[in-house]
């Protein structure tokens, strides 16, 4: 589902429906602390979406028109039908990829799309047998839009592409367990802006971490220890890098004009040449400079580095 500029403002003081599995750890993809940096800063688009949710937007559509087709049922796709806050629980929100309507009416069912090549994780068709992670990002849409049923229409990559539909009814029980965890992990963390404990959610992903907007010239409180901790693995990692290089001009030199080695061992080590294909931006700006201003791109990047003399 594509979000609109608003809806990606709400999603900032909600716990969205594809939040709600990595409180749970169930989400291969993304931590709670992730979760939890995107409700407490601003954090950028990526420059590019990944190949798979490009593929999952690319496919969302005829996916959904050929579940309503098969469950003989009419839907909405109007992105302003398809955003709920909870009313009794208004930290939980949900953008659906589609709503039934019953007589042009929204209905209490929906249908949400997936694409994945995780074939085992799903059962039998027609049953509620799908990943845990799928089950309870489907609740927690059912809990903030006040529905009785989500059908899961998924393509699976299980003996070259097939389509299938899951039907998951409301589970009160999950939900109270929604509810409980969601609202402990926003009053415990994202009000407060706490660091969630790692040993229990996880730790941010880098990708994430890049794309925090930063406040210019503010200055956080850290452990000291974990900035000696980086430190110290940088500087070995550096000193680990230099002897791995010296290692390979010392294996290399004796080999003279040689393309290989064989080892007594059996094995034989082979040093070939590989070639890529590399864009000759030099001369593709001086020939074509329209072209290369019409395709440049800045790129912003951060790197830390401990600046300073130690006190004595």
Not at 84 to 106: K, Y
Not at 108 to 126: F, H, L, N
Not at 255 to 268: F, W
């Amino acid at each position: 589902m594509t979000l609109t500029d608003h809806q990606r403002i709400e999603r900032r003081k909600h716990l969205g429906a594809s939040d709600i599995p990595s409180l749970f750890g169930l989400d291969p993809f993304k931590t709670a602390t992730d979760v939890w940096l995107t409700k407490i800063a601003d954090v950028a688009e990526p420059e590019q979406q990944s190949d798979s949710i490009d593929m999952g937007n690319s496919f969302e559509k005829p996916l959904l028109e050929w579940a309503a087709k098969e469950l003989n049922v009419e839907i909405s796709i109007n992105p302003y039908d398809l955003f709920a806050v909870c009313p009794q629980h208004p930290i939980f929100s949900a953008t659906l990829d589609s709503l039934i309507l019953n007589g042009g009416v929204p209905s209490r069912k929906a249908i949400e799309a997936k694409v994945t090549s995780r074939s085992e994780e799903w059962g039998e068709p027609g049953s509620d047998q799908v990943p845990d992670r799928v089950n309870v990002q489907v609740q927690s849409q059912m809990l903030a839009h006040g529905l009785q049923r989500v059908h899961v229409v998924v393509l699976l990559g299980r003996n070259g592409l097939k389509r299938e539909l899951y039907r998951v009814d409301r589970n009160e029980t999950i939900i109270a367990a929604i509810i409980e965890k969601g609202e402990s992990f926003w009053n415990t963390y994202v009000i407060p802006k706490t660091t969630p404990p790692e040993s229990e959610f996880g730790l941010g992903s880098i990708d994430i971490i890049k794309r925090v907007v930063r406040v210019p010239a503010t200055w956080a409180e850290v452990d000291e220890a974990l900035i000696f901790d980086w430190d110290a693995k940088r500087k070995a990692g550096t000193e680990a890098e230099k002897a791995e290089e010296l290692a390979l001009e010392r294996m290399l030199t004796p080999l003279k004009d040689a393309e290989g080695v064989h080892l007594s061992d059996g094995r034989t080590l082979e040093y070939l040449p590989t070639t890529k294909s590399i864009l000759d931006q030099k001369k593709f700006k001086a020939e074509q400079p329209e072209l290369y201003e019409a395709f440049l791109k800045s790129s912003i990047s951060r790197t830390p580095r401990l600046k300073g003399t130690i006190n004595e």
